[in-house]
């Protein structure tokens, strides 16, 4: 599964020491979770005694939300380049629900699968800075 973040961000940032800042950003922006897909299953063509073995497919389809989210960060001044650690927090704005994806209509494929609209994570990050 691949999940790509599109982001615009807003923020100002706080001097701490001679070459350290302290970045508050806002993002909103939109993300999209690929479709998973499973198997392959052995599964019969039909209800029959004799019906061939064929393969099936599951898993969901491609979804898409938007959300909004805050990203503070540490960054260490060393010129022309700014390395940092932060964190992220998104909230998704609309539910994420991707729909189930069956290959075969012999298979009764799941309900949709809600994913957490609460996302956060940490990274370490090398910028060039340009001024």
Known sequence: MRHLFFA???GFLIPVA???????LGEAGGHRV?????GP????AD???TSPIIDAYYGT???SAPFAG???SLELLLPPLMIGVGGWVHVDLLDLSPEPYVDSIVLSGPGAAKLNRLS???DLHVAFRFH
């Open 8 to 10: 615009g961000t807003v």
């Open 18 to 24: 001679d070459r350290v800042e302290l970045q508050l």
């Open 34 to 38: 690929s479709g998973t897909r499973f």
């Open 41 to 44: 299953l052995k599964v019969p």
């Open 47 to 49: 209800r029959g005694a």
């Open 61 to 63: 389809n491609p979804a």
């Open 70 to 72: 805050v990203r503070p």
């Open 120 to 122: 956060l994570g940490a």
